[in-house]
Antibody
Framework: QVQLVQSGAEVKKPGSSVKVSCKASGGSFSSHVISWVRQAPGQGLEWMGGIIAIFGTANYAQKFEGRVTITADESTSKAYMELRSLRSDDTAVYYC?????????????????WGQGTTVTVSS | DIQMTQSPSSVSASVGDRVTITCRASQGISSWLAWYQQKPGKAPELLIYAASSLQSGVPSRFSGSGSGTDFSLTISSLQPEDFATYYCQQATSFPYTFGQGTKLAIK
């Protein structure tokens, strides 16, 4: 069973960038789409973007287009999410989550494995 | 983008009650809908995938139905551990949008 382990909490200044990692253990995520989902305090879940490792191309929610980059390295079983030009409203818990692709290219069966979450605090 | 609308946004119920949460997609998504449960301070957990398939390890009191644009999650007999927030998500294509969530509280 694949498990996802994320990097630790970050405190950042407005205008800076943050890069969060997500390592898969116990298996490969090559047949999965790895998504990044964030949750601001007291708010709902927000899908930011995802990447299918075997294809290597990422797709982003329009809200984050141009400000986020998601990458994956199959050789190390790691995925990364970099968010730039941070603002105070980017303060949130960021999750990586994996879902199995069932119909190519992007239909998945639901995100059945989640990282533990990484708290990113943006404050001057 | 496909918009997902859940209702109600919150509901109060008692242990043993039957509860149904609905989710509507702004366009047809076949059966590619997932339901998640989230408890405070925890990562979400997958309950149902492909609209009606129960994820391994999830109690059978949870069930899902629907196709096209209208879906529902039913908990047949609420247990104390079921009080949480529930989210639907369309899983047919990018971006995988979520509903706004339904908070299930104890009456």
């Amino acid at each position: 069973q694949v498990q996802l382990v994320q990097s630790g909490a970050e405190v950042k200044k407005p205008g800076s960038s943050v890069k969060v990692s997500c390592k898969a253990s116990g298996g490969s995520f090559s047949s999965h789409v790895i998504s990044w989902v964030r949750q601001a305090p007291g708010q709902g879940l927000e899908w930011m973007g995802g990447i299918i490792a075997i294809f290597g191309t990422a797709n982003y929610a329009q809200k984050f287009e141009g400000r986020v980059t998601i990458t994956a390295d199959e050789s190390t079983s790691k995925a990364y999410m970099e968010l730039r030009s941070l603002r105070s409203d980017d303060t949130a818990v960021y999750y990586c989550a994996g879902g199995r692709i069932v119909v190519e290219p992007t239909t998945m069966a639901g995100m059945d494995v989640w990282g533990q979450g990484t708290t990113v605090t943006v404050s001057s | 983008d496909i918009q997902m609308t859940q209702s109600p946004s919150s509901v109060s119920a008692s242990v043993g009650d039957r509860v149904t949460i609905t989710c509507r997609a702004s366009q047809g998504i076949s059966s590619w809908l997932a339901w998640y449960q989230q408890k405070p301070g925890k990562a979400p957990e997958l309950l149902i995938y492909a609209a009606s398939s129960l994820q391994s390890g999830v109690p059978s009191r949870f069930s899902g139905s629907g196709s096209g644009t209208d879906f529902s999650l039913t908990i047949s007999s609420l247990q104390p551990e079921d009080f949480a927030t529930y989210y639907c998500q369309q899983a047919t294509s990018f971006p995988y949008t979520f509903g706004q969530g339904t908070k299930l509280a104890i009456k």
